[in-house]
Each structure stands twice: as structure tokens, then as C-alpha cells.
């Protein structure tokens, strides 16, 4: 099965600052959904986009999608330290990828 | 609701012991994964279930056996366990026709 790739894999910014963090696949999608991960905690769902949408916003999130390239973002806007944590991108039938390791220092 | 839930949180393991993990949804999801994460890599499928009484294999399933024999259960056996199968596992369960998968709090095995 296909894998998502995040990149980059790490990423530091100081407290808000916006993060951007990107996601490639190679197969046809319906839609695409990001999760976040806390150390040693588990996955949580924080949003999905259709491939008929370009932009999805969900409180400080912002997901695009550009079904033409294969790629999807992720930008966190005014960021916290609380925002420390790994993203990653997946869809069904999808491996989870590596994710990107978002560090938000206060 | 509780969510998806993992039993146990932690254990220890000699190396050819057995043991059962459990994770347990009470959200009636349809279906129900079991996935392994080792450090600095993303989360790889064990075995996966559509439905009470079936499961079927993902990426990684060697070494591993599953049962689903009630909807809201779904059991993660190591018959023989090895240092190999030292990570931290993720139990998560899907509703039908939708995609978004709901995590456990994960397991975390480590094999002497």
C-alpha cells in the first residue's frame, strides 16, 4: 500500500510563529486526514479533506490540498508550545509516513 | 464514552513468553486495527478486523494473531515473543463508511 511522506521531518519555531508542514502520496485519493500525536500518546484525528476541496480550516488549522500535484499542507497559525507534538498525514488503505516532529518553543 | 481503550498500559516480556492485548471500543465501530510504532518511524498495520469474526493481515503480521470474536473487542496475541516485537502499540477503530480512525492510548511492550 501507498505510504504518506511528511516533510520536513523535524521542524522548531519559537511560540507564534506559524508552522507549515507538507504531505506527498502517489495514488488517487478521496480524501486525506491529518493526525497529531503527543509523546507516548496516541493519534488524534484533527482533520479531513475532500478531493473535490482546495482549503479546509478548523480553528488555528489550515489544510490545502492539490490533488494534481499529489501533495497536501498543513499550517499551524500563531502557534503554542502546546503545539509540540508529531503530524501526520494518511488516508485509507495508506501507511502512516514518519510524520513531522514539530517542536514550538515558548 | 470511553473511547478506545488498552489493556495493559505496560508490560515486560521475556523472550518466548505469551501474551494477549486487548483493546476494547465502545463506540460500535465497525472496524478495528492493531498497529506497531517503533522509534522515529510512523505506525505499521499488524492486522485489521471489518467486522465481528474476520480479520485479516496488514503490512507486518508475522509473529502476531488476532481475534475479534465480540464487535466491541478485538485481542492482539505473541505467541512466542521476541526482542523484534519491543515497540509501542496502538489499538484503533473505525465507524462504518467513514475513515477517520479513533487511537487507543497504546501499549508499551518491551521483550528481554
Known amino acids: 500500500s501507498q505510504q504518506g511522506e511528511e516533510d520536513p521531518q523535524a521542524l522548531s519555531i519559537q511560540e507564534g510563529e506559524n508552522a507549515t508542514m507538507n504531505c506527498s502520496y502517489k495514488t488517487s485519493i478521496n480524501n486525506l486526514q491529518w493526525y497529531r500525536q503527543n509523546s507516548g500518546r496516541g493519534l488524534v484525528h484533527l482533520i479531513l479533506i475532500r478531493s473535490n476541496e482546495r482549503e479546509k480550516h478548523s480553528g488555528r488549522l489550515r489544510v490545502t490540498l492539490d490533488t494534481s500535484k499529489k501533495s497536501s499542507s498543513l499550517l499551524i497559525t500563531a502557534s503554542r508550545a502546546a503545539d509540540t507534538a508529531s503530524y501526520f498525514c494518511a488516508h485509507y488503505g495508506m501507511r502512516f509516513g514518519a510524520g513531522t516532529r514539530l517542536t514550538v518553543k515558548p | 464514552n470511553a473511547g478506545v481503550t488498552q489493556t495493559p498500559k505496560f508490560r515486560v516480556l521475556k523472550t518466548g513468553q505469551s501474551m494477549t492485548l486487548l483493546c476494547a471500543q465502545d463506540?460500535?465501530?465497525?472496524?478495528m486495527y492493531w498497529y506497531r510504532q517503533d522509534p522515529g518511524m510512523g505506525l505499521r498495520l499488524i492486522h485489521y478486523?471489518?467486522?465481528?469474526?474476520?480479520?485479516a493481515k496488514g503490512e507486518v503480521p508475522d509473529g502476531y494473531n488476532v481475534s475479534r470474536l465480540k464487535k466491541q473487542n478485538f485481542l492482539l496475541g505473541l505467541e512466542s515473543a521476541a526482542p523484534s516485537q519491543t515497540s509501542v502499540y496502538f489499538c484503533a477503530s473505525t465507524p462504518f463508511q467513514d475513515e477517520t480512525q479513533y487511537f487507543g492510548p497504546g501499549t508499551r511492550l518491551l521483550v528481554l
Open positions: 463506540m460500535n465501530h465497525e472496524y
Open positions: 478486523s471489518v467486522g465481528e469474526g474476520t480479520t
